[in-house]
Structure formats: structure tokens, C-alpha cells
């Protein structure tokens, strides 16, 4: 099957540090990506949309200047958690939908903010 | 928006004995309703999925199975077995959306060895 590929897995920063997680298809094209956070035993929450070529649509409470959101190429989305605090700590989840609608998951990255 | 409920939250099985988790949706429009499975620590993984013009899909020893007038669907493992236990999502999408999808609660399986 499809392969995303989520860089990096977990990744521990200072407060007030800003960080950088990558979001691959490794096979496909994905015009349409989309970004989750899950806390502990809770489900997923979309986070925004990202679309190739555009700005990110972002849900209802997510701050846009906060989680960055780079779409430039059709494998290839970044999320970006700009001056991360301890409460930003969770984990982080994209996904890539192919042509079909079918959607494929990264493996995630663990946020840790010391 | 679409609204999935899921039950139940939890579910612990015996090995080899079937294993049934149910979801409703509320949004009429939606027509694709895949199911993951989440270890611990890792993102989901897409084990079946089906869409609104099939009312049975089966894959090896899971099945999905889809009511659209009730709006439910429903996931089933059969012949359980350890490595089965996990935590299982269902969803659901439409195109008019862009795909988006509405998650359920999760249920988290045991299978007892």
C-alpha cells in the first residue's frame, strides 16, 4: 500500500523553540494532506487542511500563527510549531489523501516542549 | 459537520472468539468509511474501508459491513488473536468535503491469550 513517511519521530525542544515536522508520500502525489493532534487515549483531531499550491484551511481553534502549515510540492507537507511551549507537547499526526480519497497516515511524531 | 459515534470504548475478546465494534454517522452525504488500527505509539494504519455503493466488504478475517438507510457501519474480526489488540478507529468522508474525515472515539481491543 501507500506509503507516508513522518520525520521526525519524536523530537524534544526547548521552550520558546520553534520546530519543524515533515510530511512525505513516498509514492503517490498528494494534492490534499491533512495534520492531527492526538493527546493520550483520545482520538484525532484535525488540526487543518493542506492543500498544494495554496494556504492551509485551518479548524475551528487552531492557530494558524502558531502551527505553520507549508504545502510546496505535491509529496511534500510541513508543519512547523512556532515557539512551542510545554502544552503544545503532544503527538502529531499527518495523513495524505490519494486520487481516490483514500487516506494514508504517517507514523507520527511525539512533541515533547521542556 | 459529520458526527461518528463508536462503540463500545472498549473490548476485551478471548483469542480465537469475534470481535464487533459499531459505528453511526450523521451526515447523509458521507460515502466512504474506513477503519484503522492504532498501536501504541505509532499513526493509524488502514486495515479495510468501504464506500456507500457496497453493503459487505471482507478481507481475510475482518469484514466491514455498511446500513446506509440506518447510517451505521459496523467493523468484525473473526478468529481473533493477540496481535489483533489494538486501538481501532472508524471514520467517516465524502468527496463534497474533500475527504475529510470525522473520527469515532476509538475502541480499544484486548485479546486475551
Known amino acids: 500500500g501507500a506509503v507516508v513517511s513522518q520525520h521526525p519521530s519524536r523530537v524534544i525542544c526547548k521552550s520558546g523553540t520553534s520546530v519543524k515536522i515533515e510530511c512525505r508520500s513516498l509514492d503517490f502525489q498528494a494534492t490534499t494532506m491533512f495534520w492531527y493532534r492526538q493527546f493520550p487515549k483520545q482520538s484525532l483531531m484535525l488540526m487543518a487542511t493542506s492543500n498544494e499550491g495554496s494556504k492551509a484551511t485551518y479548524e475551528q481553534g487552531v492557530e494558524k500563527d502558531k502551527f505553520l502549515i507549508n504545502h510546496a510540492s505535491l509529496t511534500l507537507s510541513t508543519l512547523t510549531v512556532t515557539s512551542a511551549h510545554p502544552e503544545d507537547s503532544s503527538f502529531y499526526i499527518c495523513?495524505?489523501?490519494?486520487?481516490?480519497?483514500?487516506?494514508?497516515f504517517g507514523e507520527g511524531s511525539r512533541l515533547t516542549v521542556l | 459537520g459529520e458526527n461518528v459515534e463508536q462503540h463500545p470504548s472498549t473490548l476485551s475478546v478471548q483469542e480465537g472468539d469475534s470481535a464487533v465494534i459499531k459505528c453511526t454517522y450523521s451526515d447523509s452525504a458521507s460515502n466512504y468509511f474506513p477503519w484503522y488500527k492504532q498501536e501504541l505509539g505509532k499513526g493509524p494504519q488502514l486495515i479495510i474501508d468501504i464506500r456507500s455503493n457496497v453493503g459487505e466488504k471482507k478481507d481475510q478475517r475482518i469484514a466491514v459491513t455498511l446500513n446506509k438507510t440506518a447510517k451505521h457501519f459496523s467493523l468484525h474480526i473473526t478468529e481473533t488473536q493477540p496481535e489483533d489488540s489494538a486501538v481501532y478507529f472508524c471514520a467517516a468522508g465524502h468527496p463534497f468535503n474533500d475527504y475529510k474525515l470525522s473520527f469515532g472515539a476509538g475502541t480499544t481491543v484486548t485479546v486475551r491469550a
Open positions: 495523513s495524505a489523501r490519494a486520487l481516490d480519497g483514500e487516506l494514508f
